[in-house]
C-alpha cells in the first residue's frame, strides 16, 4: 500500500464549497446513488469542511459540525487507502478539540467500520439505512 501525504486543510463552506462538493458528487451521487439533492444540506454552511489537496488536486473531503458530528467523509478513488481519510479525520478530531469539542459522533456506513474504531469511535445502537445504504452510529469522547 503507498502513502500519500496530502496538504489538509479546514475551510468554511463558503470557502470549502467549490473543491469539496464535486468530489461528494462523484463518491456520493455518481459512485454509491445517492440521490443528487441529499447531497446538499442545511448543515453544509455551519459546519467546519477539511479538504484534503495533492498534487494542486482536491481528492477529498470530509465536515464536522459543531455538535461534534463528523460526515460527508469522501475520498477520491484512485486515492483510498492511502491515509487521504485518515489524515482528514485527525485533522478534524484535533480541530474540533481545540474548539471544544468533548464528544463526536457519525454515521458509519457499515464497512467504514473498522476505519473509525481505529479512532476511537465505538458502535451505538441499531444499524439503520440512509440514503439507501446501511449505517451504524458510533460515538467518541474525548
Same mark, same amino acid.
Given at each position: 500500500?503507498?502513502?500519500?501525504?496530502?496538504?489538509?486543510?479546514?475551510?468554511?463552506? *463558503?470557502?470549502?464549497?467549490?473543491?469539496?462538493?464535486? &468530489?461528494?458528487?462523484?463518491? +456520493?451521487? /455518481?459512485?454509491?446513488?445517492?440521490?443528487? *439533492? $441529499? *447531497? $446538499? !444540506? #442545511? !448543515? !453544509?454552511? $455551519?459546519?467546519? @469542511?477539511?479538504?484534503? #489537496?495533492? !498534487? %494542486?488536486?482536491?481528492?477529498?473531503?470530509?465536515?464536522?459540525?459543531?455538535?461534534?458530528?463528523?460526515?460527508?467523509?469522501?475520498?477520491?478513488? %484512485?486515492?483510498?487507502?492511502?491515509?487521504?481519510?485518515?489524515?482528514?479525520?485527525?485533522? $478534524?478530531? /484535533? +480541530?474540533?478539540?481545540?474548539?471544544?469539542?468533548?464528544?463526536?459522533?457519525? @454515521?458509519?456506513?457499515? *464497512?467504514?467500520?473498522?476505519?473509525?474504531? @481505529?479512532?476511537?469511535? &465505538?458502535?451505538?445502537?441499531?444499524? +439503520?439505512? #440512509?440514503?439507501?445504504?446501511? @449505517?451504524?452510529?458510533?460515538?467518541?469522547?474525548?
Amino acid at each position: 500500500m503507498k502513502s500519500t501525504t496530502a496538504s489538509i486543510q479546514i475551510l468554511s463552506w *463558503e470557502k470549502a464549497q467549490a473543491w469539496a462538493y464535486p &468530489v461528494r458528487l462523484e463518491v +456520493f451521487v /455518481k459512485e454509491q446513488g445517492v440521490p443528487k *439533492e $441529499l *447531497e $446538499l !444540506d #442545511e !448543515d !453544509d454552511p $455551519l459546519a467546519w @469542511h477539511a479538504v484534503a #489537496e495533492l !498534487d %494542486a488536486l482536491i481528492i477529498g473531503t470530509a465536515r464536522l459540525q459543531k455538535n461534534g458530528k463528523v460526515g460527508r467523509m469522501a475520498v477520491m478513488q %484512485a486515492y483510498r487507502r492511502q491515509g487521504v481519510a485518515s489524515a482528514m479525520m485527525n485533522a $478534524l478530531l /484535533k +480541530f474540533g478539540q481545540q474548539h471544544g469539542i468533548k464528544q463526536f459522533y457519525l @454515521h458509519a456506513q457499515i *464497512e467504514a467500520l473498522p476505519f473509525y474504531e @481505529h479512532f476511537g469511535f &465505538v458502535a451505538n445502537g441499531p444499524a +439503520f439505512n #440512509e440514503a439507501g445504504i446501511a @449505517h451504524q452510529i458510533m460515538r467518541k469522547v474525548t
